[in-house]
């Protein structure tokens, strides 16, 4: 008989009684908690909530307790989370997982429909919208035909799964961005849920299938970035396996100056975290300066939690918070439990009470400058004033390219002469010319920002500002405005600020993500031509928290990251090869210079267009979220349990769990296996997996071809994540990857071994397979940084790679190679790829593997072209015991799936 759980207690909120997990009588316990961060008090509360002596011990609670005695453990705990966040990339490839695990239940003779959420899941539309048309009255429109053309396979199963599986709820296209949906509308702060016993009160905590997922930790509601295949864990009832991390302490003080906004605090801090290094850790943020933060404001800093490489950033609940709660039309009820409940459990902020932190870090509010990141990464913060310093660096650094050789013509003298590059071209009937440094995409785009009404608020009295001194937007500037709600536009519009907007050409294009996740769209041809034929470094400046290479736009080398009102003023200038703070925007009707301070809105005035935004904007927008327009709902959904499988470029049915045996096989030693690629420090899982274009001449682009998609309606990549064909041809394949083995080259291709050939890496692995050979990838520092993509793990497995060698991991794609049944091994200190004078064309042996433990490691003899070997001791990264279990049955979703047929 199981014995009662002796933490159980009542809470009652006005005329509502609740069953809570107290922490109170925890303490009396395992001892004082008083000063264990807000962060580890939810994770505590989760544990005492799950105690059941297998998955969740005293043991664990006692470690978290004495984790204030040193600010670190080495516990391995389990953590369950109320729900799971999904939105569409991420989401369609978890529903066709699903759907084929589904399958596989039905192969061996077991009810399908055991395959159900066991927790409640939101998978939101928002990555699908391009910006294939803009500048325009009608982008708006046109762009939401044009996405349900495309994704109509897609929307249609995404249907078929909200019919099909139980808890599991979809937001149609056009609604807004996932966390911004997750901030204004699902979050809970504490959630309630209805039980047996009567209504159980607890923190709202969740993981989510993108990134920045970590943007709720604004509402002091823990939740994170996983890959989609531990999400799909998640859901049906895995508990997210964890150590115990480490949490450094951020210290606001002070206030920011006039002028500086929440995009230059962000920027700022990212760096400052950076550089600290904080992956695999939570950051929670104190001090008396969060009293001078709204609760937009914190979530701009939570969001980029992944760019600062942070599990999360952590906020603890406050008046603030209600006070959001209260402005985003939450009913009364939430609110009175959400203020009770944190009060009473020690979970409301106190100025005089700092928890203890493994590290500390402060930041003065007043010391922050207005800043820019870029051209490649988020933590390289630029002040404003540096920026044209910066431009003239780059291109002193950039190699000069076979095309601009080609120009250095007219002998004389016994010198060459270097010829004008034609950067000239013909746009809407006007001649213009295209320089380095020209701002061609200006966009006011992604959750970071579009969150927060005062950057946005910003932006709209800058834009008025500049029309009434007769400025405009450049001719080869692509404007956009993409927010994250449509609240946005509703108090935008209230506010008088979506005209100005509008005739500098950010009209609406869609609510999504749209440029920051690489749906820039096209740029005008004449554009793309030129850029070409001059090979230049063209710039794109957006309010987004992604500029990593080739993901923007491929023509696009360098990507600033900036607030929503520099994204207009950058569009004003065309350039940024310039220093706004001492160089003119351009000419008034009087001909007279015009500069960014003169058109720069004044705090009161922000703070007077922000007081107008109201609570009922929130309730009409939100009020029906779920249903969807006349087009979504004419969508034709099958009613079948298991999916029909059609003929779909979009939807196929994968193969990872084809032949499941019912107990998992044996491991086996990685025997004479050869190198993939070669890469160097920082590549992130857009280089691994992109997420924009299809290049015509790609592996992928050769296989939609072959099936009868003409270029125009090849979509993205993001798009066809449901479609493995096209994703392993796609793995590697960014344009701007750098794969040592293939010197010189940009892109994905590699060089053959023994045969010495270069080729795509899709078709030297295709060849590896057809010998059985088995592949490893070798790389650098913090591999696979960036979004939380499963893909990037699931394409490197179907290449028929078996191990990756780094120096460091990104921790969600380390989980996610083992997710996949991919071994993720580490250097050790002082050895890396350049010590050990790897080419590519060595051969690699690892040994021991069926008797791996965790934290173990592994024998690596590698044999040279010569015939000499090395051997050396490599780390494994299987950090828990969990993670072994996992990857001893080929990957998370076999486990789970043995598990819910009782194989496990």
């Known amino acids: 008989m199981t014995k009662p759980n002796?933490?159980?207690?009542?809470?009652?909120?006005?005329?509502?009684?609740?069953?809570?997990?107290?922490?109170?009588?925890?303490?009396?316990q395992f001892g004082d908690i008083s000063r264990l961060p807000f962060s580890l008090k939810v994770l505590l509360e989760n544990l005492l909530r799950n105690l059941d002596g297998d998955t969740v011990t005293t043991e664990d609670i006692q470690a978290l307790v004495d984790w204030q005695k040193t600010g670190s453990s080495e516990r391995e705990i389990a953590f369950r989370p109320a729900r799971v966040l999904m939105q569409d990339f991420t989401g369609v490839p978890a529903v066709v997982d699903l759907a084929a695990m589904r399958a596989a239940v039905a192969a061996l003779g077991e009810d399908a429909t055991k395959i159900n959420p066991l927790s409640p899941v939101a998978l939101v539309i928002d990555h699908s919208v391009m910006v294939d048309r803009y500048a325009t009255e009608q982008a708006f429109s046109e762009n939401v035909e044009i996405e349900m053309q495309r994704n109509h396979e897609r929307y249609a199963f995404l249907r078929w799964g909200a019919n099909a599986f139980r808890n599991f709820r979809v937001v149609p296209p056009g609604t807004g961005i996932c966390h911004q949906v997750n901030l204004e509308y699902l979050g809970q702060s504490i959630w309630a849920e209805h039980t047996d016993d009567g209504v159980l009160a607890y923190p709202d905590t969740l993981v989510g299938t993108d990134s920045h997922t970590t943007m709720i930790n604004a509402l002091g509601i823990l939740g994170w970035g996983v890959g989609g295949i531990e999400?799909?864990?998640?859901?049906?009832?895995?508990?997210?396996?964890?150590?115990?991390?480490?949490?450094?302490g951020f210290e606001f003080t002070g206030k920011l100056q006039p002028g500086i906004t929440a995009t230059?605090?962000?920027?700022?801090?990212?760096?400052?975290?950076?550089?600290?290094?904080?992956?695999?850790?939570?950051?929670?943020?104190?001090?008396?300066?969060?009293?001078q933060?709204?609760?937009?404001?914190?979530?701009?800093?939570?969001?980029?939690?992944?760019?600062?490489?942070?599990?999360c950033g952590f906020f603890p609940i406050d008046q603030i918070t209600l006070d959001y709660l209260v402005l985003t039309g939450r009913d009364a009820e939430l609110i009175d439990r959400v203020k009770t409940y944190a009060q009473s459990q020690g979970f409301w902020r106190q100025k005089d009470n700092t928890p203890i932190f493994t590290d500390t870090l402060r930041l003065d509010l007043s010391t922050v400058e207005a800043s820019l990141a870029g051209p490649k990464r988020p933590q390289d913060k630029v002040t404003l004033s540096e920026l044209k310093?910066?431009?003239?660096?780059?291109?002193?650094?950039?190699?000069?390219?076979?095309a601009r050789e080609a120009e250095l013509l007219n002998e004389g003298g016994g010198q060459k002469q270097p010829a004008a590059v034609e950067r000239n071209f013909e746009l809407d009937g006007q001649r213009l010319q295209l320089n380095d440094h020209a701002v061609v995409i200006a966009a006011i785009t992604s959750c970071t920002n579009t969150s927060n009404p005062s950057v946005l608020m910003a932006a709209g009295l800058l834009a008025k500002n500049a029309v009434a001194k007769g400025l405009k937007r450049q001719p080869?500037?692509?404007?956009s405005l993409a927010?994250?709600?449509?609240?946005?536009?509703?108090?935008?519009?209230?506010?008088?600020?979506?005209?100005?907007?509008?005739?500098?050409?950010f009209y609406l294009v869609g609510y999504g993500c749209t440029t920051c996740i690489g749906n820039s769209g096209p740029l005008a041809k004449p554009i793309e031509d030129i850029i070409n034929k001059a090979d230049l470094n063209v710039s794109a400046v957006l309010s987004g928290n992604r500029n990593f290479e080739g993901r923007i736009h491929p023509l696009v080398k360098s990507n600033w990251l900036a607030s929503p009102p520099l994204v207009v003023a950058y569009a004003l200038a065309g350039t940024t090869n310039i220093d706004l703070t001492s160089q003119p925007l351009g000419k008034d009707r009087?001909?007279?210079?015009?500069?960014?301070?003169?058109?720069?809105?004044?705090n009161q005035a922000i703070a007077r267009e922000v007081a107008k935004v109201q609570s009922s904007m929130f309730s009409q927008e939100y009020g029906h979220v779920f249903d969807g327009d006349a087009s979504w709902q004419a969508i034709e959904v099958p009613k079948a349990k298991t999916y029909a499988w059609p003929e779909s470029t979009y939807i196929r049915h994968p193969d990872f769990f084809q032949g499941l045996t019912r107990k998992p096989k044996p491991i086996i030693d990685i025997v004479d296996a050869r190198m993939l690629a070669l890469l160097g420090d920082s590549v992130t899982t857009d280089h691994i997996s992109p997420a924009g274009s299809i290049k015509a001449n790609s592996p992928a682009g050769a296989y939609l071809q072959q099936q009868g998609v003409k270029q125009e309606h090849f979509n993205s990549y993001g798009s066809r994540r449901g479609n493995h064909e096209v994703m392993v041809r796609g793995t590697f394949a960014n344009v701007r990857i750098r794969n040592e083995m293939a010197p010189g080259s940009e892109g994905g291709v590699t060089t053959h071994y023994p045969s010495g050939e270069q080729m795509p890496i899709f078709d030297a692995a295709v060849r590896y397979q057809q010998k059985q050979q088995p592949l490893i990838v070798v790389a650098g520092k913090e591999y696979g940084t960036g979004s939380s993509r499963d893909w990037a793990a699931k394409g490197t497995l179907m290449l028929g790679v078996r191990a990756v060698l780094a120096e460091s991991f990104e921790r969600i794609h380390r989980s996610n190679l083992i997710g996949m049944g991919v071994l993720p091994l580490q250097f050790p200190a002082g050895t890396d790829r350049k010590t050990l004078q790897l080419t590519g064309e060595e051969t690699f042996t690892l040994l021991g593997l069926n008797q791996l433990t965790v934290k173990d490691k592994v024998k690596l003899v590698i044999t040279y072209a010569d015939g000499a070997k090395q051997e050396l001791d490599v780390y494994c990264r299987i950090d828990t015991g969990n993670e072994l279990a996992y990857y001893q049955h080929g990957g998370i979703l076999h486990y789970v799936l043995r598990k819910m047929i009782g194989e496990v």
């Open 6 to 28: 002796p933490f159980i207690d009542q809470l009652q909120v006005n005329q509502e009684h609740y069953r809570i997990y107290s922490l109170h009588k925890a303490a009396n």
């Open 231 to 248: 999400a799909e864990a998640a859901m049906l009832g895995q508990p997210v396996s964890m150590i115990i991390p480490e949490v450094v």
């Open 264 to 291: 230059d605090l962000v920027l700022t801090v990212t760096q400052i975290l950076r550089k600290h290094g904080v992956v695999g850790k939570f950051v929670e943020f104190f001090g008396e300066g969060l009293d």
């Open 293 to 311: 933060l709204a609760l937009a404001d914190r979530a701009t800093i939570a969001n980029m939690a992944p760019e600062y490489g942070a599990t």
């Open 389 to 402: 310093r910066h431009c003239d660096d780059i291109m002193a650094l950039e190699p000069a390219s076979k």
């Open 476 to 479: 080869w500037v692509k404007s």
């Open 483 to 505: 927010p994250g709600s449509k609240v946005v536009t509703r108090y935008l519009q209230q506010a008088g600020l979506m005209q100005p907007l509008e005739q500098l050409g």
């Open 590 to 602: 009087q001909g007279q210079d015009v500069y960014l301070k003169d058109i720069w809105p004044d």
